[in-house]
Each structure stands twice: as C-alpha cells, then as structure tokens.
T-cell receptor, first 110, second 117 residues
Framework: GQNIDQPTEMTATEGAIVQINCTYQTSGFNGLFWYQQHAGEAPTFLSYNVLDGLEEKGRFSSFLSRSKGYSYLLLKELQMKDSASYLC???????????FGQGTTLQVKP | ETGVTQTPRHLVMGMTNKKSLKCEQHLGHNAMYWYKQSAKKPLELMFVYSLEERVENNSVPSRFSPECPNSSHLFLHLHTLQPEDSALYLCASSRGTSGTLSTDTQYFGPGTRLTVL
C-alpha cells in the first residue's frame, strides 16, 4: 500500500529550530522528497533523500531512515518567510510515481 | 520563476461551461503532470505524460480531458464540472521518461484556482 502521514499544522518562533516529521508506507520505495509551498504559489523543491542519513543544505536539513519509514525536515534559525506548507512525497518504483502527504502548515511567529 | 507557467491563474465557471487550462514548460523536460490540490488534502495526481504519451490516468472522471500536443505544452479541457471540482490545479514537469518519474524532481507551475458554481 501507499500512505504518508505528516502533522497538519505547526507553530514555531522566529530564530528557533523546528522539525517536521513524515512517516510513509510505500511499496517499492525509492526516495523521499520535501517541497515548500507558500500560500497561493507553486510548490518548490527543497530536498531529496534516497539513502539513510542527514542531508544538510544551508538552514534546511532532511533526514531519512528507510528501515523505519521515517523522514524529517529540520529548519534552523527560522525566519518569518519560512511560514509555508511543507509537503512530503515518497517515490515508488512499483507504481512509478510520487505519493504526496497532505502537507504541514508551519506558522512562524515573532 | 520556476520555468513552468499556467493560464489562467483564476477561473470561475458554471456547471455547463467548457473551458481549458493551459500549461507550458520552458525547461526542456520530457514529462508533464496535472495535479489537483484541495484544501487539507494531499496533492492528487490526475494525469502524467511522458514524451507526449499518456502513461498515467488515475481514474479521473471523463469531464476532465487532457491533451499534450508536444513536450512543452499540456492542456486540461473541462466540461460539465461539479462544484466539488473546485480546487487548485497544478501543472508540473520533470526531466526523465517513464522509468524515472518517481525519482525525478518535479517543477511546478503556480496553479489555476478553479471555482465551479
């Protein structure tokens, strides 16, 4: 089967660190994407993990554990502009497509 | 600027109207996608084209009809829609062919906000 879970909403304070979790059940799993989507705008690519471990890219890092079916997106030194929806998506070699989670709406407060 | 454009950005139509959504990608990609995004729900894949051939149709109602005349353009023709079809319709493109669709980064357009009255 194919299933992705992520929290619906999160709130954090400017300058802080926030971790957005994503769990997946994907047959033929072959990688996990994170996208950022600001309100009224296109989703934009943040990261792609296919191997276990942490990938760091500036203030954003993404982690994957294939054995646990788990990923997280870590945002450091939060800025107001980081307020957006964060979409987790897993790829399946069985179906040949991506399955998206419902997205986590992050609100950054001063 | 993502290299994927969509028109119109907003569309209001009655249930008996016929309209079309247009998507154009300027990235030289081989695959194009239509997604439906409803509030608080995951992105739903509707159609996938790879090298202008449809490779995926997720049991979408026939009132949605896609057209891909070449690898840069994708249309979604709409007719006899229902109010529950109101949503954001997103177009995306990716580099590869049918064997790499699940691992290629997808680049999205800004979407068309559709309201069916």
């Amino acid at each position: 089967g194919q299933n992705i879970d992520q929290p619906t909403e999160m709130t954090a304070t400017e300058g802080a660190i926030v971790q957005i979790n994503c769990t997946y059940q994907t047959s033929g799993f072959n990688g996990l994407f994170w996208y950022q989507q600001h309100a009224g705008e296109a989703p934009t690519f943040l990261s792609y993990n296919v191997l276990d471990g942490l990938e760091e890219k500036g203030r954003f890092s993404s982690f994957l554990s294939r054995s646990k079916g788990y990923s997280y997106l870590l945002l450091k030194e939060l800025q107001m502009k980081d307020s957006a929806s964060y979409l987790c998506a897993s790829g399946s070699s069985n179906t040949g497509k991506l399955i998206f989670g419902q997205g986590t709406t992050l609100q950054v407060k001063p | 600027e993502t290299g994927v454009t969509q028109t119109p950005r907003h569309l209001v139509m009655g249930m008996t109207n016929k309209k079309s959504l247009k998507c154009e990608q300027h990235l030289g990609h081989n695959a194009m996608y239509w997604y439906k995004q409803s509030a608080k729900k995951p992105l739903e894949l509707m159609f996938v084209y790879s090298l202008e051939e449809r490779v995926e149709n997720n049991s979408v109602p026939s009132r949605f009809s896609p057209e891909c005349p070449n690898s840069s353009h994708l249309f979604l023709h709409l007719h006899t829609l229902q109010p529950e079809d109101s949503a954001l319709y997103l177009c995306a493109s990716s580099r590869g062919t049918s064997g790499t669709l699940s691992t290629d980064t997808q680049y999205f357009g800004p979407g068309t906000r559709l309201t069916v009255l």
